[in-house]
């Protein structure tokens, strides 16, 4: 029985610092992002250095967005930073995503590649998606037994019996990030050799092809795989028990199991360059795959008397106290923070005025406080103190580490269920179920699955391998 071991990171982002790091305008597009720009090369680094030390784990994974927005720059630097691991011994496979390339030809409006100098940014160098595939050919179509030409997606042998499908999921750029026909019948092809070899095979890509949490896709369609529902039983079906994704920043496993009684694990990557800094440790045999999390312990630059995860904390919470204060002030700061982290701007356009209320009563009311305006009959004694913004942001942070610390039994938990059950509870009063968005309906669900979703460990776990029925 073959086992083979491999680390994963994904979303890099990185962000050549010729582009600027200084001045207004860097700062302005530095306080709108849950990465870090500057320290993104630092940070790569140490967690470069981290593998490189293993030497008995040969293999790097790599899905997608390489760069901070394809900036010429930018890949140019960060393929030097892949060649390190190469000259290492290290085998790396990458695909790449919408970062990477510059769409303005077919979406102008969101073409971002830029420079920050100064009080205003300036366009920088792009990078075409016709480039990329010879760009990066070195680091996975070079060792590809198959390549899909339209996609560049490709197949790689990690041992004699473990396969990699690489799917690049670009589509047309910004409005279909997913599989065309061509793309889709390659992946059935591979995944039948596979099974007439005896081989295991997996996959990876960027977005996500299970929700993390079933009010992702509400909020944010556009950011999942497209026709995510069709594609991801298409690729139980077909023995491909386990895909690699990224893009959400977030860490969470989610698993589907078809009506064939095959079953896909999603297992979804935060970024490397932000919080909460994880690296995939990955052991694939052909019944289980073992997944450990790992940290760099510091990095260049790390300010003294600060530890890693002291410095990836205090950004987030001030993207996320800082959202706070732009509901209130800045709709236009709010609607640059909400993007970061998938929340589509027309939300914030369509919801001022609601917004502004909801960030006043976070900034200054505490649980205790709407707990007992609104009736709470839950137990909120022990929290009663805490302001909510702060309580928002423990759980948002939770959310994006796969920790979700506060589980059913704990104050937090209690307080929150009790006090948005109590919530709905003085809807359903004043608006009839049938004038209740869905939405609303499910409220509770969530804001449940947000606290707790109740899976498997998003950090460190053992998954089995349902395939081939």
Not at 30 to 45: M, R, T, Y
Not at 148 to 176: I, P, Q, W
Not at 327 to 345: C, F, T
């Amino acid at each position: 029985m073959e086992n083979v071991n491999f680390y994963l990171i994904t979303d890099l982002h990185y962000y050549a610092p010729e582009l600027g790091t200084k001045g207004k305008a860097y700062i302005k597009r530095e306080i709108q992002d849950q990465v870090f720009l500057k320290e993104s090369g630092a940070i790569i680094d140490a967690a470069i250095d981290l593998i490189i030390a293993d030497k008995k784990t040969n293999i790097v994974l790599i899905p997608g967005d390489l760069t901070n927005n394809g900036e010429a720059l930018s890949h140019k630097g960060i393929i030097k930073k892949l060649q390190r691991l190469k000259d290492a011994g290290k085998k790396v496979y990458v695909t790449t995503a919408t970062h990477d390339f510059n769409s303005y030809d077919r979406f102008p409006e969101y073409s971002s590649e830029s420079c920050y100098f100064g009080e205003e940014k300036t366009p920088a160098e792009s990078t075409p998606h016709e480039a990329l595939a010879e760009m990066y050919r070195p680091f996975g179509l070079d060792e590809a037994i198959s390549i899909e030409e339209e996609s560049s997606s490709y197949a790689v042998m990690l041992g004699k019996k473990t396969r990699l499908l690489a799917l690049n999921d670009d589509g047309n750029g910004h409005s279909f990030c997913g599989y065309f026909p061509k793309c889709l019948n390659w992946i059935k092809e591979q995944a039948e050799q596979a099974a007439q070899n005896g081989e295991t095979v997996f996959a990876m890509t960027h977005h996500p092809v299970l929700p993390p949490m079933e009010l992702y896709p509400v909020i944010s369609q556009r950011d999942m795989l497209g026709d995510y529902k069709k594609v991801s039983k298409f690729l139980a079906d077909l023995g491909i028990g386990i895909i690699f994704t990224g893009h959400t920043h977030e860490q969470n496993v989610k698993f589907i199991e078809t009506e064939k009684g095959n079953r896909l694990y999603d297992i979804n990557t935060a970024s490397l360059v932000g919080y909460p800094s994880p690296i995939r440790k990955v052991e694939l045999s052909p019944k289980e795959v073992k997944i450990q999390t790992l940290h760099i312990e510091t990095f260049e630059g790390l300010p003294a008397g600060m530890s890693v995860k002291e410095f990836f904390t205090e950004k987030f919470d001030t993207l996320i106290l800082g959202g706070v204060d732009a509901a209130i002030n800045d709709h236009e700061k709010l609607a640059d923070i909400l993007n970061g982290i998938s929340v589509p701007k027309s939300l914030v356009d369509n919801n001022t005025f609601i917004i502004k209320i909801i960030g006043r009563i976070l900034d200054n009311v505490t649980v205790g406080n709407i707990s007992k305006l609104i009736g709470s009959r839950a137990d909120y004694s022990h929290v009663k103190n805490m302001k909510l913004k702060n309580l928002v942001a423990d759980s948002i942070r939770g959310l994006y580490a796969g920790e979700h610390q506060f589980r059913p039994g704990t104050a937090e938990y209690e307080a929150i269920m009790g006090a948005v059950y109590r919530i709905n509870e003085i809807i359903g009063k004043y608006l009839p179920k049938e004038k209740q968005s869905d939405f609303i309906k499910l409220l509770p669900f969530y804001i449940n699955e947000i606290l707790y979703d109740g899976g498997f460990d998003d950090n460190n776990c053992t998954l089995e391998l349902i395939t081939g029925k």
